[in-house]
């Protein structure tokens, strides 16, 4: 059993898409064992992305991520890093395959409905960003 960080982005929220989002992860046999709708401010939003402070899009990508309400959500399955990346879709919606998340609900490259982690470490400490142990259930009960 493998566990993941999901966040609904601020767009995808505001279209009312959380429902339609989830039941993906569910149909997928991801199983949601946290959840929470919540805000990022610049800062944390910075903190949350510090990874990618170089990158040219940082400072348009922390604004939008603090736009709005996000609805965060750990994930656990078998493998479930890689199955939830699979069913997010390629980071640019345009290039995203057919029956992706991101292909059907994604605006643009950065307002792309959905994160997904991608990494065993860096799901673990994104999921500690957002969630204190007693906050997840184990699968079992
Ligand atoms: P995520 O980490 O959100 O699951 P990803 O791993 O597919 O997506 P990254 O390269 O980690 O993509 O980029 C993180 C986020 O930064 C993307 O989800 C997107 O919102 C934004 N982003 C990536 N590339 C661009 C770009 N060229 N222009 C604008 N925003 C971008
Ligand atoms: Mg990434």
Redesign the pocket.
Known sequence: MERTLS?I?PEAVARGLIGDIVSRFEHAGLKVVAARLTRLDKQRAEAF?EV?RE???FN??TD?MSTGPIFVSVLEGDGAIARN?EI?G???PAKAEAGTIRKDWGTN????A?????ASETAAAEIAFFFNADEIQSSGS
């Open positions: 966040i982005k992305y990618h990158r040219p899009f348009s990508l939008y990346r997010m390629a980071t640019d490259v950065e307002a792309n959905v994160h997904g982690s991608d």
